[in-house]
């Protein structure tokens, strides 16, 4: 193990002691330094604010003045403004009162253009008539073209389905559609098309077929007749008793050709079913196209008859208006000068546009001055701003980067131990599991630490927080192994208000079982003292027993004689340790086992669960002279205290906890005193 490293519990505790206190204190100057940032930026920002409201104050002062120069001269054009106006009202006056003379001239005019009129509206029926019958005659012609196909179809069709009258059902006419009935004769005529087309290579894809094509050329209904008639000869011919055997190959004849007909039907069948709908849907196309040419045709010449006769109508009752045209001449004369005059009034108002847009041209060119005057004063501002901003950053930059270098050097070191100590324990002491087990070997040289749990902490809450802008060089959460140290701290007590349960039990076996995994073979025994449990809260270790009883002392010991026995066994050797082996040349055990090589003393362990229960006060006074002397001759206590019993007699608590590791039990866990 690497002696460099210090595994002790109270390292541990002071590592996060450290840990604590630095990460709060830079929590604390984080916080300082952001709060001197955030001020700094208020001042600069404040300035820059009231400098920005001073530029822009002068700059509308400029502005204001620009604008009552333009509403002066503004009020001198509305002035010439009123002057037109008021002759533009004295023309209008003129104008009405000369309307009916004016108003008989207009009435010969529309006279004149009724006629023409009537004449153009008659020219464009007799055209529409025309070009619409050229078009019906020409739609009839494709589709009398598109009939002759379908017919020559249905009959090729026809042919090739003769071998199978259920084909032949297939051509057999369909009724009418709705949505073909909805589409218009154009869109009909060109589905036709596409349905003879599909129709066309259905049949020469039917024609390909072997088996069709010959029951087509031999009907099914010849064949029977012909197989009958060759059978009856064929038995004539032969001597008596051929019949029989004759009759037998005709059946079985006509049984091959029957499966030959219904082979066909079924390779075929597709493709008869698709050249059936195509013929079907191309009649339907055909059908539905010919009524909506027809009336399509019909309805177009209704339109443009009924359009002439509705113009020829409004100018016969324009016509017979004719005598009030004058009339209305004057009547929409007044209308008109009536519109003409507000019309004038805003020409004239229009005229003030060019002259407001001369002034307004000045106004903008003495704007635009001022404008641009006050963006370079604005870009001026803007360069200061940002030169004494970026003057602010650098200085908060540099600020932070000695802020977070002093933060690295003192909490990276102090990560590098957590991380050594986490590394050194994890390769010593692996978790129990079956790989292991299997690859266990004893060890040859003394470990001087064992590991019995660890420290598990949240760094933010230990710390009170963590820095916002400082990172962490690993997990908040921290796992520091914790172990016993021998000799200096190889005793360790768990307190608890409760008797020992499987935790707390399972604590004391897992450090028997770590001292025995880890130390050499023969260099340590344990003493067991289980008076509550009767030795049932170690009953796994007693199958030690069965290969060498002396590493458990025998049993484990529960009645208060047998405890007072094992304790003054205990100080026995204690003294023999350091009347004959330590005196005063050696300061530990550990010192004299290294001198006295093969013959080192074995390391001895008290484990006691439930005390002080069956511990007299003699008994409490071993115990404390065990956990006093005994370190320094390689004995070592694993205790567990149950809080909830009165202390007995003669115990000063002070002195049983004085050497050894205190690990107190609560609701929430365990906690290692500091």
């Known amino acids: 193990m690497n002696d460099s490293i210090d595994l002790q519990v109270s390292h541990s505790l002071e590592l996060l002691g450290a840990l604590k206190r630095t990460v709060a204190d830079f929590t604390k100057r984080e916080e300082a330094l952001l709060r001197d940032a955030r001020n700094r930026g208020y001042q600069l920002n404040r300035k820059h604010h009231e400098a920005s409201a001073a530029l822009e104050k002068s700059i509308a002062t400029a502005i204001a003045a620009v604008e009552h120069e333009f509403a002066q001269e503004g009020g001198r054009i509305r002035a010439n403004y009123e002057h037109r106006r008021a002759w533009i009202e004295r023309a209008h006056s003129t104008l009405s009162r000369t309307l009916p003379e004016r108003a008989r001239a207009a009435r010969g005019s529309i006279v004149g253009r009724l006629q023409m009129e009537k004449l153009g509206a008659e020219k464009r029926m007799s055209a529409g008539l025309q070009q619409a019958d050229a078009d019906f005659a020409e739609f009839a012609s494709r589709l009398d073209e598109q009939r002759g196909l379908l017919t020559g179809l249905r009959r090729r069709a026809a042919q090739c389905f003769s071998g199978y009258g259920v084909f032949g059902k297939m051509l057999a006419p369909a009724g009418k559609s709705e949505e073909t009935q909805r589409k218009s004769h154009p869109v009909l005529l060109a589905e036709m098309t596409q349905h003879l087309a599909a129709a066309n290579d259905a049949i020469r894809e039917f024609r390909t077929f072997s088996l069709p094509k010959f029951f087509a050329a031999l009907h099914p209904a010849l064949i029977i007749p012909i197989i009958a008639f060759g059978t009856g000869a064929a038995a004539t011919m032969l001597r008596p008793g051929g019949t029989l055997p004759c009759i037998i190959g005709g059946g079985l004849l006509l049984a091959a050709i029957l499966a030959l007909h219904a082979k066909g039907r079924k390779q075929a069948a597709p493709t008869a079913q698709t050249i059936a709908d195509a013929l079907k849907n191309a009649a339907l196309s055909h059908d539905a196209s010919a009524a909506s040419a027809t009336g399509f045709h019909a309805s177009e010449r209704k ?22 045209i004058q009339t209305d001449f004057e009547t929409e004369g007044a209308e008109k000068y009536s519109e003409q005059a507000p019309r004038a009034l805003g ?17 903008d060119t003495k704007l ?47 990560y590098r131990q957590v991380d050594a100590i986490s590394s050194v324990t994890s390769q010593h002491f692996p978790a129990w599991n079956e790989r292991y087990v ?5 060890s040859l040289e003394f470990t001087p630490f064992v590991k019995f749990g660890r420290l598990e902490t949240d760094l933010k809450v230990l710390a009170g927080g963590l820095p916002t802008q400082l990172a962490l060089p690993g997990p908040a959460q921290l796992h520091i192994p914790a172990c016993l140290a021998l000799p200096a701290r190889g005793s360790i007590i768990f307190e608890s208000r409760e008797s020992g349960g499987a935790a707390l039990m399972g604590a004391l076996n897992n450090i028997i079982l770590r001292l025995l995994s880890t130390l050499p073979p023969g260099k340590i025994a344990f003493t067991i003292l289980d008076p509550v449990g009767l ?13 060498e009883e002396s590493v458990i002392n025998r049993r484990i010991w529960t009645q208060p004689d047998q405890i007072e026995d094992r304790l003054t066994e205990i100080n026995e050797h204690i003294e023999k ?14 010192e004299y086992n290294a001198h006295a090589g093969v013959v080192a003393e074995k ?72």
């Not at 641009?372 to 001026?380: I, N, Q, V």
């Not at 299997?438 to 004893?442: E, F, G, I, T």
């Not at 002397?629 to 002195?655: K, M, Y």
């Open 368 to 414: 635009s001055e001022i404008n641009a005057e006050a963006d370079s004063k604005r870009a001026e501002l803007k360069t200061e701003q940002t030169a004494e901003l970026e003057a602010m950053r650098s200085r908060d930059t540099e600020e932070w980067d000695v802020f977070n270098e002093a933060w690295r050097k003192i909490i990276e070191p102090l």
């Open 347 to 363: 020409k004239n108002k229009a005229l003030m546009k060019p002259r407001f847009e001369a002034v307004e041209a000045v106004r």
């Open 303 to 324: 339109r443009a008859e009924e359009e002439l006769e509705a113009t020829k109508a409004s100018i016969e009752s324009r016509w017979s208006k004719a005598a009030n």
């Open 577 to 590: 340790v350091i009347q004959m082996y330590l005196r005063d040349e050696f300061a530990t055990i550990s």
């Open 603 to 674: 390391y001895q362990f008290l484990v006691v669960a439930d005390f002080p229960a069956g511990f007299s006060e003699a008994s409490v006074k071993r115990l404390q002279s065990i956990a006093a002397s005994g370190p320094r001759c390689g004995v070592f206590t694993l205790i567990h205290w149950d809080q909830r019993q009165a202390n007995p007699d003669g115990l000063v608590p002070e002195d049983l906890r004085k050497s050894a590791i205190i690990v107190r039990g609560g609701q929430s866990g365990f906690a290692i005193e500091g």
């Open 438 to 442: 299997d690859s266990w070997q004893p």
């Open 535 to 547: 030795g049932q809260n170690f009953a796994g270790i007693m199958h030690i027993a069965d290969h």
